[in-house]
């Protein structure tokens, strides 16, 4: 409240007070323990359908549950009041048992419809993701030929199910993929140029066409960030001709909506890999590990868990996609 206090004056707004007094704001305090027994009370509707979910703190959407259970709670002044329904809830160790002093049904926000009928994505991530440095890669000797871009190494075999292009009945194919990150040049004031590589350095991933070509030639190039042409790195692989059209730009974390229209299902995803391949999608309030670092939440979510959710859009899926949401991309200025 004090921090907030300081930003109304700041703003020479009159600054909010939580004891009600005339011509100011008054602002209410809900706590914690509040929200989780409003989200208990209105675990389902009046009917007895599902309405609100289990707190879990890796759902990135429970601080916007949160926001509807507080603007739904009454003033202090009556709040109490609310507290007389009695319902089967579960426990803290999860067994069922009715209840009493729950919130009354009638007061509770329609969560499980505002999920169905929403038009927009709820997540947004925000800050920038540093990129890591690798000196080392398959070996020790990885630092000779610093001239020499591609390696041998980068090739490997993998599983060929789920890979679009892989000849009927085989079960491996021959994919470019590049564990550690993307080969760079640097050259040292105080030594010989070396091979490195750059983690994590992909920035976005841009589609476009030939002039005059349909989507079923649909092509897309990675971004790196321009200061990585210091280093032999172009800023988009494969390059993009001045005269194509660029359909759409999507940055790591962008939220995309998948349609009936896709073989996946319909809802808001998160893009989390730029391939040359593809694009790996993951739904909008699923979390990452990369999350779970930035929130603190430690590792609790297994790689197995993260990749059961994971979505792969290959070529075919992608000329899909922007055959359904033409509309939003034809006749569309967008960044290179």
Known sequence: MVDLGELFKKREVIAPTVNLESDHPFVQRISGRTTTHLRKSWLTKVDGTDNFPLKNDRDLFNHAQDAALIAACPPHTWRETIFRHRAS??????????QD????????????????????????????????WKRTFADQKFYQNPQQLDDKRLVQNVPSENQEGAPPGSRHMKVEKQPGGRLA?????????????LKGASEAVVFWLYKDESLKNLKWSIRYPAIFSKFSVPRHDPGIPQDA?????????????LDEQTRYEPGFYRVIKLQKTGVTLIPENSMTRDLEDRLKLGKATSEDEIDAKRVSLGKSDLIKYFQVNSWRYYGTETSR
């Not at 969560?111 to 990129?131: H, N």
């Not at 040049?185 to 590589?197: E, F, N, S």
């Open 89 to 98: 809830r579960p426990r803290w160790d999860g067994n069922v048992i009715e």
């Open 101 to 132: 002093g729950l919130a009354v049904p009638e007061l509770a926000p329609d969560w499980a419809e505002y999920m169905e009928r929403r038009t927009w994505p709820l997540v947004k991530v925000l800050g920038s993701y540093p990129i890591s």
């Open 185 to 197: 040049r640097v050259r040292p004031d105080d030594g010989p140029a070396r091979k490195i590589q």
């Open 245 to 257: 059209k660029v359909l759409a730009t999507w940055y790591r974390h962008t939220v995309i909506h």
